[in-house]
T-cell receptor, first 111, second 114 residues
Framework: KQEVTQIPAALSVPEGENLVLNCSFTDSAIYNLQWFRQDPGKGLTSLLLIQSSQREQTSGRLNASLDKSSGRSTLYIAASQPGDSATYLCAVHTGGFKTIFGAGTRLFVKA | EAGVTQFPSHSVIEKGQTVTLRCDPISGHDNLYWYRRVMGKEIKFLLHFVKESKQDESGMPNNRFLAERTGGTYSTLKVQPAELEDSGVYFC????????????FGPGTRLTVT
């Protein structure tokens, strides 16, 4: 059974700091992995989608890596800003169009 | 282009009552998904429609939950009778038929059962 774990559960950093969010999954048989952002009272916004054959994806200050064999992904946020404060969710897509989510990391960036 | 909308945004009902949640996907999106997040836990898949057909409903917790998508447009999720453990945030997402991973999520409906 696929399980997704995110560490840390919560993180508070000063503005400008670079940070790394971690995601691990138990079954390496995935189609792809996706990082989402959720703001309070809002839906999920897709940040980055990494195909199972890829090692990383970049978008602006965000960089996501994928090591399928070890069941790990990291989301790197460079030069964090208060506007980055949100919950970040990692999700893996398995067969049958199922999406398995982690519990998320709550990020707070202090001005 | 309008995004995925969900109604109501928040519902508070008593145990034993019935509640119906509605999701309007993005126009033209044939895939529609329901997810649920129970307090403190991860978001979990409930079911997946392709047009009006249920493609996968393996995540539905029990037979108190009934999802429909008549005409392949909007979808409803009915909980009858509601129990305390049904409280949580119910998300709907939609995607184009050939881009199943490019899911657009609605803001969710927060359901509180007292």
């Amino acid at each position: 059974k696929q399980e997704v774990t995110q560490i840390p559960a919560a993180l508070s950093v000063p503005e400008g700091e670079n940070l790394v969010l971690n995601c691990s999954f138990t079954d390496s048989a995935i189609y792809n992995l996706q990082w989402f952002r959720q703001d309070p009272g809002k839906g999920l916004t897709s940040l980055l989608l990494i195909q199972s054959s890829q090692r990383e994806q970049t978008s602006g200050r965000l960089n996501a890596s994928l090591d399928k064999s070890s069941g790990r992904s990291t989301l790197y946020i460079a030069a964090s800003q208060p506007g980055d404060s949100a919950t970040y969710l990692c999700a893996v897509h398995t067969g049958g169009f199922k999406t398995i989510f982690g519990a998320g990391t709550r990020l707070f960036v202090k001005a | 282009e309008a995004g995925v909308t969900q109604f109501p945004s928040h519902s508070v009902i008593e145990k034993g009552q019935t509640v119906t949640l509605r999701c309007d996907p993005i126009s033209g999106h044939d895939n529609l998904y329901w997810y649920r997040r129970v307090m403190g836990k991860e978001i979990k898949f409930l079911l997946h429609f392709v047009k009006e057909s249920k493609q996968d409903e393996s995540g539905m917790p029990n037979n108190r939950f009934l999802a429909e998508r008549t005409g392949g447009t909007y979808s409803t999720l009915k909980v009858q009778p509601a129990e305390l453990e049904d409280s949580g945030v119910y998300f709907c997402a939609s995607s184009q038929l050939d881009r199943e991973w490019e899911q657009y999520f609605g803001p969710g409906t927060r359901l509180t059962v007292t």
